[in-house]
């Protein structure tokens, strides 16, 4: 039966920007969640004192918890071989990370989708820049996991393979045991697709998962697939909701991955308006897990 995970969505800005929460109150917060499992992200604040991280293992290890997943952006899609060769190293950085906090599913994504950049060149680049990584990761123990993403924060384009035709070329041009997916529903939405279409045609390759739900914040799905090539748009049409009360049918979705034998971690990545909410989206998971895996 899958585990679950939590993300914590709603406390990021704290985590990450101000500093105004600390690990060790997620943590606390988190242990009333009923998961086995917390996913980090390499941009927490405290995270960059590396003599840290073993620490927060054992604080998330004594309260009965793992920490299987790590959430990082690498950019491989530079045109500049010199910016790529560094990204492969913050890569290699995270690797290790995951490796000490004891988890064992590091992200990583394609890059930046530059508008010079033809669809050809940008997976290249990305799939040999996620090749330099993978026996590094091998060696550790640590599978390398593809998002079908939308935008890194700190990015000033969208993820390069968002659309479902790109992501699903990327994955096929990656056949190494240390390499995997991680399904993400909402983001097909953003991206203008159907994520019960592109899991069909990853599940195969699925090794986790993020769970989250969207609403629509205006209109309909017909305009939001008119809006596919605008992303500011239609990203600003869907919101983020409680899992069970959006657009993800979640029944779908789950038996397409009984149907693959999928079996693992899955990542709670909802609760933006609070801990409440969070709980709520983890109790509809629990649900619907014991419901499909029996």
Excluded at 51 to 61: D, E, G
Excluded at 93 to 117: A, K
Excluded at 170 to 194: C, K, Q, R, T, Y
Aim: negative net charge; glycine residues 8%; aromatic residues 10%.
């Amino acid at each position: 039966m899958p585990k679950l995970a939590a993300f914590p969505k709603a406390y990021m800005h704290a985590l990450c920007k101000d500093g105004t929460m600390k690990l060790a109150e997620w943590f606390a917060l988190a242990n009333t969640l009923g998961v086995q499992g917390l996913e980090f992200y390499a941009g927490f604040l405290e995270m960059e004192n590396e003599a840290l991280w073993p620490v927060f293992r054992r604080q998330v290890n004594d309260l009965g918890l793992e920490i299987p997943m790590l959430c990082c952006s690498p950019d491989f899609t530079h045109p500049a071989p010199d910016f790529r060769q560094k990204e492969i190293q913050k890569q290699k950085h995270w690797i290790d990370m995951t490796q000490v906090l004891g988890g064992s599913y590091c992200r990583v994504l394609s890059g930046q989708r530059r508008p010079e950049l033809s669809t050809h060149d940008g997976i290249q680049l990305a799939a040999e820049s996620i090749y330099a990584c993978l026996p590094y990761a091998q060696e550790r123990g640590v599978t390398l996991i593809l998002e079908n993403h939308y935008k890194d924060d700190f990015w000033e384009y969208p993820e390069f393979v968002q659309k479902m035709d790109a992501f699903c070329e990327l994955v096929a041009a990656i056949d190494h045991p240390s390499f995997g997916v991680n399904f993400d529903p909402s983001n097909a939405f953003i991206a203008g697709d159907d994520p019960l279409e592109l899991l069909a045609r990853v599940s195969n390759r699925v090794v986790t998962m993020h769970a989250s739900d969207r609403y629509l914040g205006s209109g309909t799905l017909e305009d939001l697939r008119r809006e596919e090539n605008a992303s500011a748009g239609y990203a600003a049409r869907l919101r983020h909701g409680e899992i069970g009360q959006g657009l993800n049918d979640y029944d779908a979705i789950f038996t397409e991955l009984v149907r693959v034998g999928f079996d693992n971690w899955i990542s709670t990545e909802d609760g933006v308006d609070g801990i409440e909410q969070l709980q709520r989206s983890v109790e509809f998971l629990k649900r619907k897990i014991a419901l499909h895996w029996k």
